[in-house]
């Protein structure tokens, strides 16, 4: 998966720290699937919240970052999350 050059310094981070695994579970508890019989998408995920909480968790390792790097960085969780 391709980062902008402050998402691929933040997942580093998150990788190096060996906190990878911590971040997909947080993920996963916000990775809502959807029922069998359900209309509208298979899984839906709270991206603000979880922006919000590495955010709150990790910019004071990770310096300069915006809104749409921690988003980059929920995306992955979400995805690894899903297929892990």
């Given at each position: ?60 390792a990770v310096t300069g970052a915006n809104d749409n790097h921690w988003e980059e960085i929920a995306h992955w969780l979400f ?6």
């Amino acid at each position: 998966m391709p980062f902008s050059s402050k998402a691929q310094e933040i997942h580093d981070h998150i990788v190096s720290s060996g906190k990878s695994d911590y971040w997909i579970g947080a993920a996963k508890y916000l990775l809502n699937r959807g029922g069998q019989h359900q209309p509208g998408k298979a899984y839906t995920r709270d991206v603000p919240a979880l922006r919000e909480q590495l955010i709150a968790e990790v910019s004071g390792a990770v310096t300069g970052a915006n809104d749409n790097h921690w988003e980059e960085i929920a995306h992955w969780l979400f995805y690894e999350a899903k297929h892990s």
